[in-house]
């Protein structure tokens, strides 16, 4: 799959606590940010709140 560049404003306290977890996974702060949003996607999945794969 394609990455795609995807811009996003977040307040620096967030930012500061994105990269302390960032840290805390040795991920950089791009890799993190992808996978909470993997995570998030796929809980929404489960929860029916937008269609799996299976589900188009």
């Known amino acids: 799959m394609a990455k795609v ?3 996003a ?3 620096e306290e967030l930012k500061d606590d994105l990269k302390a977890l960032a840290d805390k996974e040795r991920r950089s702060m ?3 940010i992808a996978v909470l949003i993997e995570r998030a996607i796929e ?3 489960e929860a029916g709140e ?3 794969e299976t589900t188009k």
């Open 5 to 7: 560049t995807v811009t």
């Open 9 to 11: 404003f977040i307040e």
């Open 30 to 32: 791009s890799q993190m």
């Open 43 to 45: 809980a929404a999945k």
């Open 50 to 52: 937008i269609p799996s």
